[in-house]
C-alpha cells in the first residue's frame, strides 16, 4: 500500500482541465486534508527543499 507521504501531484496541463485532476485527490484521501496537503504540497516541498520566508514570498530551492 502506498501511502500519502509518497505521492507528488502532476497533471498534463494544459492539455487536460486541472480541476478534475484536484477532485480527484481530494475524493482519493476521502476528506483527509493532511492527506491531501501532503499530495498537493508539503511532499514536493520537503523533496525540493523550498523555503518561503514571510510575507516576501522569496523561494530558496536547494537541489541535492
Known amino acids: ?3 500519502s507521504e509518497r505521492l507528488l501531484f502532476g497533471t498534463d496541463w ?3 482541465n486541472q480541476s478534475l485532476a ?3 485527490v ?3 484521501v476521502e476528506n ?3 492527506a491531501a ?3 498537493l504540497y508539503r ?3 520537503n523533496l525540493l527543499q523550498i523555503f518561503f520566508f514571510n510575507s516576501e514570498k522569496i523561494i530558496i530551492i536547494k537541489i541535492k
Do not use: M, S, T, Y
Open 32 to 34: 483527509d486534508h493532511a
Open 22 to 24: 484536484l477532485r480527484a
Open 14 to 16: 494544459p492539455f487536460w
Open 37 to 39: 496537503q501532503r499530495i
Open 26 to 28: 481530494r475524493e482519493a
Open 43 to 45: 511532499n514536493a516541498k
Open 1 to 3: 500500500v502506498l501511502g
